[in-house]
C-alpha cells in the first residue's frame, strides 16, 4: 500500500473529522436570487472585524467575492476533533452504525458512513494498518451502494423523519452536510486509488448534486438561493431551510477537496459563493459577548436560545479559520476571534 500513500495524499488528505451528528432538520422552497446582492451585513459586526470584500451577482444567481483559492494550506480537516474509531459501533463488515437513542434501533444515517471512513482513511495514514484502509472502503462503499439519483446526480437519502423543537421533517429528505462529506470520501479515495475509477466516478457523480435545486420533499435538493446567497441546506425537505453553519461549511469543505482533485472552476465558483454567504450570516451567527454562537441563521426561528448550543461554537471557529486558509479573506480569522472572546467554554 506504500504507494498509495503518496506525499500529495498526505499533505491534502490526511485529516481527521469532527463527530458532529444531526441536531435538526428542515428545508423549503429556495427563494428567487435577488436581482443584486444584498449588503453584506445589515448588522455592526463590531470594531475588530473589518468590512468583507465588495461582491457581485453571478450568472446562477448568487453572490460571490472573486476569491482565488488556494491550494498550499493546510486540510480543513486537520485541526476537527476525529470521529472515535476505537469506539464507534461497527457490524462484523466494519460498517458504522447510528443507533437512535430513544428506540435502539439501527437506522442508515450517511453522515456517519462518511465520517468513519475518513477518520479510518486517518488511521490507516498514521499506522499503515489496512484494516483501517479496508474499513474506510466499506463506508465508501455503503454510501455508493445506497445512493439515488436524480438526473444522474448521487444523493445519500434519509429514510427517516426527524422531530426539531416544533417541527418535524417528514422523510425522505436530504442533507448538504451529508453530500460534502461523501464527496470528501469519494475524492480521497480517488487520490489514493486512482487505478480504481468507481472513487472518480462517484466523486463526479456527487458533485453533480450542488448544482441542482428544488423544494419539498419530492425529488432531492440541498442548494438554495438565499436572498441572494448560496447556502448548503444541512437538513432539505418539507420545512423552511434552516441554513446551518457547521454543516453548510461542511458541505464547502467537500467541494474544496474535489476541486484539489479535478480543479473544476465551476466548483471553485461555489466555494466562493458559499464562503460569502457565511461572512453575510456572522452577524445572525454570533450571540454576543458572553454568549455561544447560534446553530441556523433561518430569520426569526433560530434567533432563540435552544438553537445556542455550546458544542457548535467552537466547531463554528475551526470552520471560520478554515474558509480563511482556503480563500485567503482575513475576515473569517477576525470573525473567528471575536466568537472567541465571546464565548471560551
Known amino acids: ?23 435538526a432538520g428542515c428545508t423549503g422552497p429556495a427563494p428567487e436570487p435577488a436581482a443584486s446582492p444584498p449588503p453584506i451585513s445589515t448588522v455592526s459586526p463590531g470594531p475588530t472585524v473589518a468590512p468583507a470584500p465588495t461582491t ?25 476533533i476525529q470521529v472515535d474509531v476505537d469506539i464507534t459501533e461497527i457490524d462484523d463488515s466494519g460498517l458504522a452504525l447510528y443507533r437512535e437513542q430513544a428506540t435502539g434501533k439501527v ?61 418535524t421533517l417528514t422523510a425522505p429528505w436530504w442533507s448538504g452536510m451529508a453530500q460534502g462529506e461523501a464527496l470528501t470520501v469519494f475524492s480521497r479515495l480517488a487520490a489514493i486509488q486512482p487505478e480504481n475509477p468507481q472513487w472518480r466516478q462517484a466523486a463526479d457523480r456527487t458533485v453533480e448534486s450542488f448544482f441542482q435545486r428544488g423544494e419539498g420533499n419530492t425529488e432531492p435538493w440541498a442548494t438554495v438561493v438565499d436572498n441572494g446567497y448560496l447556502w448548503f441546506e444541512e437538513y432539505a425537505g418539507d420545512q423552511p431551510p434552516l441554513l446551518v453553519m457547521n454543516g453548510h461549511v461542511f458541505a464547502i469543505f467537500g467541494l474544496y477537496e474535489y476541486w484539489l ?75 473567528a476571534a471575536l466568537l472567541e472572546s465571546d464565548w471560551q467554554g
Open 107 to 167: 437506522l442508515p444515517h450517511p453522515i456517519v458512513n462518511a465520517q468513519y471512513a475518513m477518520a479510518a482513511l486517518l488511521r490507516w495514514e498514521e499506522t499503515g494498518d489496512d484494516i483501517w484502509l479496508t474499513r474506510a472502503i466499506r463506508n465508501a462503499q455503503e454510501l455508493v451502494d445506497t445512493h439515488v439519483e436524480r438526473d444522474g446526480a448521487w444523493w445519500f437519502q434519509y429514510d427517516w423523519d426527524w422531530t426539531y423543537l416544533d417541527r
Open 56 to 80: 457581485s451577482l453571478n450568472d446562477e444567481g448568487f453572490a460571490t467575492s472573486g476569491w482565488t483559492l488556494r491550494t498550499d494550506v493546510l486540510n480543513p480537516f486537520y485541526d476537527r
Open 1 to 23: 500500500m506504500t504507494s498509495r500513500r503518496a506525499s500529495a495524499v498526505a499533505s491534502r488528505l490526511a485529516a481527521s473529522v469532527v463527530a458532529a451528528l444531526l441536531l
Open 261 to 335: 482533485l479535478s480543479g473544476d472552476q465551476r466548483v471553485a465558483t461555489y466555494i466562493d459563493g458559499g464562503a460569502t454567504a457565511i461572512l453575510t450570516a456572522m452577524p445572525l451567527i454570533r450571540g454576543g459577548e458572553g454568549a455561544v454562537s447560534y446553530y441556523c441563521t433561518q430569520r426569526d426561528y433560530c434567533r432563540r436560545v435552544e438553537w445556542q448550543n455550546a458544542t457548535y461554537h467552537p466547531i463554528h471557529i475551526q470552520q471560520l479559520h478554515a474558509l480563511g486558509r482556503i480563500t485567503g479573506a482575513p475576515e473569517f480569522d477576525e470573525w
